[in-house]
């Protein structure tokens, strides 16, 4: 197992386009987290997935953005019409639904909106 | 909900010397507690992890943590550190039921030769 990926690793894009961002977790890992990183803060929740149900949205999680994770296996991570304040590093992680304290993180993609 | 302070920010420290990271958290419901290293340009690791039991956890590279419950921290330590430890350190708490993680801030280690 090559563990958690995330596609792509950099992504410039300009103010009001989108963009989607895609997730690979570890091999039958039943959790599936999204977290955001801004430049000197640690990650803050957004959303997590259990199989293919999406179970809690943070409020940071505005309307601009939507994650899916069809048939409970990659998920992906769309942000619509961006804004300069949604650059940051966007981090997943998966873990086991049973022992799902210990969540393994993806490398990250870093998104820079002009 | 559950909230975790860094209390520093930057942590100089010279090879080979002791190092000590601070973490305190704050939360209504029991939580696990963790340590994760973010090494440049890559995602996290985990260092280690306090579910319950011994108050003192062992984690990789060295390093070791203390949980104590009265004062609500879980604070990070190495005997001697070495210049590949040289990286952004952060706590983190999760609650037991829903286990999302809430990190602190971090503290960026700086390993001098």
């Known amino acids: 197992d090559t563990g958690v990926s995330q596609d792509p690793r950099h992504k410039i894009t300009k103010r009001g386009q989108n963009v989607t961002f895609r997730c690979d977790p570890i091999?039958?890992?039943?959790?599936l987290y999204w977290y955001r990183q801004t430049l000197g803060q640690g990650p803050e929740f957004l959303t997590y997935f259990q199989n293919e149900a999406q179970l809690e949205k943070s409020r940071l999680l505005s309307d601009r953005f939507s994650a899916e994770r069809p048939k409970g296996s990659f998920s992906t991570l769309e942000i619509q019409r961006t804004e300069q304040g949604d650059s940051a590093m966007y981090l997943c992680a998966s873990s086991w639904l049973t022992g799902a304290y210990e969540q393994y993180f993806g490398p990250g993609t870093r998104l820079t909106v002009t | 909900a559950q909230s975790v302070t860094q209390l520093d920010s930057q942590v100089p420290v010279f090879e080979e010397a002791p190092v000590e990271l601070r973490c305190n958290y704050s939360s209504s419901v029991s939580v696990y507690l963790f340590w994760y290293v973010q090494y440049p340009n890559q995602g996290l690791q985990l260092l280690l992890k306090y579910l319950s039991g011994s108050t003192l956890v062992k984690g990789i590279n060295g390093f070791e943590a203390e949980f104590n419950k009265s004062q609500t921290s879980f604070h990070l330590r190495k005997p001697s550190v070495h210049i590949s430890d040289t990286a952004e350190y952060f706590c983190?708490?999760?609650?037991?039921?829903?286990?999302?993680?809430?990190f602190g801030a971090g503290t960026t280690v700086t390993v001098r030769a």
């Open positions: 091999s039958e890992h039943n959790r």
């Open positions: 983190a708490v999760s609650n037991i039921n829903d286990y999302k993680l809430s």
